[in-house]
């Protein structure tokens, strides 16, 4: 028979109790020890900050003319956070296709350039999907290509936007500024911007029209002419491009239509101007016909004495 184990043997070992007065040991981390008073202390929550998240989608109509596309190629470089799109056919339906457009791009703002009879340029600023949307005649357009200016700024650079004070004066100004501001303030922190102002985008109202300007900061880089911080009495500008004139027309309450907001009363449509033309080269023609008809009546009405000599030389051949 084996031998009987020992009482000791049988009973098992009871668990060690942990030591509470002994000192824990700091974690390690890559940045070093980290040490129990970091750890206990918990993080505020951070205040929401506003972020904007603002896309303009950028397209045109069929049938738009070399100069008109390049104008809107212009803009479409000068704005990093717009995004272009496909021609789009200029029907009464082009609303609720531009919508969908804007949706599926998701964008929030869009650039409609609608060209009509290869002459007119017509240009929507719209707020997708709830509006407003203006409606504006686009006049005076040189783009980057014909004008060749020597200045010249960073692609992608955040521009500074300036507006006359004439903005301040009626409602519709003001609305027309704040739909300006957000089309054409390019956000903070875009991926496709770049953290720098070296231009300046001018919007001014001069007889009831929208001018805008393209302008680059200059500023001296020769270390005895370096401009102090706020030194703007060095600082000159140079225009870049490309140049155009906004003639609004009507401002409606919803996307691409809805109530009219507001009308301009003194907008004359291209057709009417047109029209008024012809009609004055219609009146010239017809004052040259009327000296016609007059000459041959008073021809009718004093004809010329016979002349006695007219015969004298017929007799002698």
């Not at 981390?29 to 205040?47: I, N, S």
């Not at 809107?72 to 021609?87: G, Q």
């Not at 027309?249 to 109530?259: A, T, V, W, Y």
Request: glycine share 6%; hydrophobic share 35%.
């Amino acid at each position: 028979m084996g031998k009987k184990r020992k009482h000791s043997e049988t009973e098992q070992a009871a668990p060690l109790k942990k030591d509470d007065s002994a000192p824990e040991r700091p974690k390690r981390t890559l940045l070093g020890w980290k040490e129990k008073a970091q750890d206990a202390e918990e993080p505020k929550p951070a205040a929401p900050e506003f972020r904007n998240k603002e896309k303009v989608l950028v397209t045109c109509s069929r049938r738009i003319s070399f100069r008109y596309r390049h104008l809107m190629l212009n803009i479409v470089s000068l704005l990093p956070h717009c995004k272009k799109d496909s021609k789009v056919e200029a029907k009464s339906s082009k609303g609720a296709t531009l919508n969908e457009l804007v949706e599926l791009k998701g964008s929030s703002s869009c650039l409609f350039f609608e060209c009509r009879k290869h002459k007119d340029l017509y240009l929507w600023m719209v707020k997708s999907p709830s509006g407003p949307s203006v409606k504006f005649l686009v006049n005076a357009v040189h783009t980057m290509e014909e004008l060749k200016l020597t200045g010249n700024h960073l692609k992608g650079s955040r521009p500074l936007l300036t507006f006359s004070s004439n903005f301040d004066k009626d409602v519709h100004w003001k609305l027309l500024k704040e739909m300006l501001t957000q089309v054409f303030g390019i956000p903070k922190e875009h991926r496709k911007s770049k953290p720098y102002h070296d231009h300046v985008f001018a919007f001014s109202i001069v007889d009831d029209h929208i001018w805008f300007r393209n302008y680059q900061i200059s500023v001296p880089h020769n270390e005895a002419e370096k401009v102090a911080r706020g030194g703007l009495d060095k600082m000159t500008l140079v225009e870049v491009g490309p140049r155009f004139c906004l003639n609004p027309i009507k401002i409606f309450g919803g996307s691409f239509g809805g109530p009219t907001l507001y009308e301009n009363p003194f907008y004359v449509s291209p057709n009417q101007i047109r029209a008024l033309e012809k009609r004055n080269k219609a009146g010239k023609f017809a004052k040259k016909i009327k000296a016609k008809t007059r000459k041959k009546m008073h021809e009718l009405s004093n004809p010329l004495e016979p002349d006695e000599f007219a015969d004298m030389w017929k007799d002698d051949e």
